[in-house]
């Protein structure tokens, strides 16, 4: 591949001076620091537009990782215009499982993906630093193209600046891999503004850091967060029901658990409003919105999103790790029946 190289900024670290280069190859940036007298350090940049899925953890009835599956899942994915998948985050139950069951699916993941998908990105927050340093690691070795964090949530991290340490700790653990915060207040109860979160990173210097998995309220920080960093930074959004609202934020990547089983209606909105259609766009939101009501009437969470995704995709998805419940086979035909009825079915196939 020809590769174009251009200068964009000197940076002061400490007494020397260091510039950072960029060059773009498709989906990813890749970084070179020049430094006097040192080695040249490479570290890749995710960028990437369009649709994430927030892919679920399949397993069997005894509860056991189902990896078999995950084959067919890609390829209902890319069926759907669906080519870049986040690993083991809410929706993937991450914090349900071990950390040698999270580096099996990282593992499979990124073998049935090969060539396939665009992207792997894995979650590897946790409780504990050292264990997120750990899985950071490992998926590095294993060739993902991203890592991603949500912040401490026992001990709560109490400002920008201290996520900004942490987000240091994984880049030190794994220092060529793009890497991701996961802003997710509402789970975490750690509400910083991402502008300030940005502005720490920057001071401190996390090469590797590459934007923010925004799913959280505040469009006013997501809007000021895009206009300021969104020309270095990818902010990914991570309420699929709002994706229309903002677009016209300049919000061009979306994570979310339903692009997971609805990605061609998501993928029809995005065109529609590329193309100025808001009629076609607004119709589709509301389809959007109606399976999202569905969900949230019977109380949204990885489990039930889960059985809808063995409904829609047929592969079977099993049962969600304790505490969260296995919905029964009345209410899932329940289910079945409010979606029939918002049209559900007629959006997305």
Known sequence: MQMSWKMIKRHRNQSSFFWFVHNRTGRRHQTLFFAPGRTILRHMMLRVEGLIAAVFTPVKENGALNLDVIDRYVDHL???????????????EGAS???AERKQLTEKWVTAGSGKLQNVI???????IPDSQDLARHAESVGVQGISTLPTVVFKPKNAAMVAE???MLYDAAPNTALLYYHLPDYTGVNIKIEDMV????????????????TGGDLRDLRRSIKLFGDKYVFAYGCDEQ?????PLGCKTFIGSTYNYAGRLYNK???AYKNGDMETALKLLDKSQSLVGVLFAHSFDAGINKQVMSLVSGIDMGPPRHPIV???AAEMKQVRGELEEGGFFNGIY
């Not at 894995?122 to 504990?128: E, Q, T, W």
């Not at 994706?243 to 677009?247: E, K």
């Open 78 to 92: 890319v069926s759907q215009g669906v080519l870049n998948v986040f690993v083991g985050g809410s929706s993937g």
């Open 97 to 99: 499982f071990s950390l």
């Open 122 to 128: 894995v979650h590897v927050g946790g409780v504990s």
């Open 166 to 168: 942490h987000l240091k």
């Open 199 to 214: 502005n720490a990173v920057e001071k401190l210097g996390v090469p590797t850091f590459s934007g923010v998995k925004f």
């Open 243 to 247: 994706m229309l609202c903002v677009l």
């Open 269 to 271: 909105l995005i065109d």
């Open 326 to 328: 296995y919905r029964s």
